[in-house]
């Protein structure tokens, strides 16, 4: 498998809808830094623009999934929509420390309140919240369905 991700990886994208979903020092009092599941996120997006490799180390085993801020769900959503179409559908060669990967989980603990299974495939995971969180589901396929 290869260090760095095939057509690489819309990091601005991924910066801006972080930014968007962050809460700021107005509303959280001090920053948590990477203790904040957006944090973390944020760290991992800029050590990727640093220097871009498909994982980060141990990366979902230091998601901070007891962060329980409560986020804006329109943003997140928005930002699993594109976290999706950032991702290469690997199917198999999938890796739960593939930096799209954890960027999705961190998304998720602060939309959905945990990590959830993902097997490489976009529409299998939009199946999969279908299932378990319809309503979010369809604003999220919605989003993606329509982004380019």
């Known amino acids: 498998m290869s260090d760095t991700h095939k057509n690489g990886l ?7 809808d972080l930014q968007n979903c962050c809460r700021t020092e107005s509303t959280c009092g001090q920053c948590q830094n990477e203790s904040c599941t957006i944090g973390f996120a944020k760290k991992c997006i800029k050590d990727y623009m640093k220097e871009p490799k498909k994982a980060v180390p141990h990366g979902k085993e230091h998601i901070p999934t ?72 369809a604003k999220i396929a919605d989003t993606y369905k329509n982004l380019p």
């Open 66 to 137: 007891t962060d329980f801020k409560v986020f804006d769900e329109i943003e997140l959503e928005t930002a699993i929509a594109h976290i999706l179409k950032e991702c290469k559908d690997c199917k198999e060669d999938h890796t739960e420390d593939c930096i799209i990967n954890v960027i999705r989980n961190c998304y998720e603990v602060g939309l959905l309140g945990d990590i959830h299974p993902y097997e490489g495939s976009a529409f299998q995971y939009l199946m999969y919240l279908n299932t378990n969180y319809p309503e979010k589901a």
């Open 10 to 16: 819309n990091a601005e994208l991924v910066w801006d």
